[in-house]
């Protein structure tokens, strides 16, 4: 997918952001479990729509995101979570760039030492096109853990995750990790700034890709408004930047757009 969303969705699974507050940052407080949902969608303006090094192609896409999920606790500071969720993209020229996930996942969440610890399953089906032709079929295990730190107006979540793909096609076998600063600035009433830096970095272990490692580094600089409790708008601009030892993995895009993000 691409980085909007996926920022969101990287603050979401860790507890932490893109729009991930009301996906994942709060607890619940009943020991009964509750059924809720997540929804975003995203129109957006990518400077590389293919991720290519020479052949950089300017478009526009869309991106729904949805996630259907029930929330429990095993105690006072073990959560679990079991979810479905998925979300595709849509070009409006380079169609060839389309691409769908779809997965079912479980997580357990526990709170050592203010630090939000989590362990995720997720069985994840990637296909190209809009669920067009199945790509893979993956079994996602990870690690993570957050925190949040709170300054005045300023909400710092450092984030680590570090996590291994099995998959049936063995070009898709990987270790990775993730590094995010999120912070969110308040502003006057709803209005809040919020940045994301981020550093994911890739060790693919088979196939034509065994050998490959792959870093990327990107930042967000949005404005976010919050309509209601459950219910934000947020636009954001988003420059990566991608190093590899096979050079021509190597590329840079800059995308911006607006997301709006809902929880019910």
């Not at 993570?144 to 570090?162: E, L, M």
Request: aromatic residues 14%.
């Amino acid at each position: 997918m691409r980085k909007l969303n996926a920022l969101a969705g990287a603050v979401g699974l860790l507890g932490m952001q893109p729009a991930l507050a009301s996906d994942e940052s709060g607890q619940p407080s009943l020991q009964r479990p509750t059924w809720s949902a997540f929804v975003s969608f995203a129109p957006t303006y990518s400077s590389n729509a293919l991720f290519s090094r020479s052949d950089r192609r300017r478009d526009v896409y869309v991106e729904p995101d949805v996630m259907l999920r029930l929330d429990g606790k095993l105690s006072s500071d073990l959560s679990y979570r079991l979810y479905g969720r998925s979300s595709f993209n849509a070009f409006n020229d380079e169609n060839f760039a389309n691409e769908t996930y779809a997965l079912l996942g479980a997580r357990l969440t526990k709170t050592l030492w203010d630090w939000r610890t989590s362990i995720s399953y997720e069985h994840r089906f990637e296909y190209t096109g809009v669920f067009e032709e199945l790509s893979f079929i993956a079994d996602d295990l990870q690690i993570s853990t957050t925190r949040d730190y709170s300054y005045g107006p300023f909400t710092v979540s450092p984030t680590v995750q570090f996590g291994y793909r099995f998959a049936d096609v063995a070009e898709a076998r990987r270790y990775r990790l993730d590094l995010l600063l999120p912070i969110e600035a308040k502003l006057v009433s709803r209005w809040s700034i919020v940045s994301t830096p981020m550093l994911e970095a890739y060790w693919y272990t088979g196939g034509l890709n065994d050998g490959r490692q792959d870093i990327v580094y990107s930042t967000s600089l949005g404005l976010r408004y919050s309509i209601a409790s459950n219910i934000s708008l947020t636009t954001s601009a988003i420059y990566e930047w991608r190093t590899s030892n096979i050079p021509l993995r190597h590329y840079h895009d800059f995308e911006i757009g607006p997301r709006l993000d809902l929880a019910f």
